[in-house]
Nanobody, 116 residues
Framework: QVQLVESGGGLVQPGGSLRLSCAAS????????MSWYRQAPGQERELVAG????????NYADSVKGRFTISRDNAKNTVYLQMNSLKPEDTAVYSC?????????WGQGTQVTVSS
């Protein structure tokens, strides 16, 4: 069974940090471009960060550059999103995406709330 399961979300204060994890099962993660998306209530889902097959290339939304870092450990079939200097506007459900050609998988998402 193909699965992507996110974890690591929670409630943090502004300026704090979280590390999100996305664990894949049922397929080989290294064959897929991995991305993190987020969606806040009433807003469209937006791309936060992406990473190439072996992690040699990454890209980030302008709003998170310098604060977030995407990485992957293909041996563990896991992708991560390190989030530092969190802001209230980072509050959203963060979802993991795996993409290869015509195949795409999504996780269920993990809630990140940044509030004092």
């Amino acid at each position: 069974q193909v699965q992507l399961v996110e974890s690591g979300g929670g409630l943090v204060q502004p300026g704090g940090s979280l590390r999100l994890s996305c664990a894949a099962s049922g397929f080989t993660l290294s064959w897929y471009v991995m991305s993190w998306y987020r969606q806040a209530p009433g807003q469209e889902r937006e791309l936060v960060a992406g990473i190439s097959y072996r992690g040699r290339s990454t890209n980030y939304a302008d709003s998170v550059k310098g604060r977030f870092t995407i990485s992957r450990d293909n041996a563990k079939n896991t992708v991560y999103l390190q989030m530092n200097s969190l802001k209230p506007e980072d509050t959203a459900v963060y979802s993991c995406n795996a993409r290869r050609a015509d195949t795409e998988y999504w996780g269920q998402g993990t809630q990140v709330t940044v509030s004092s």
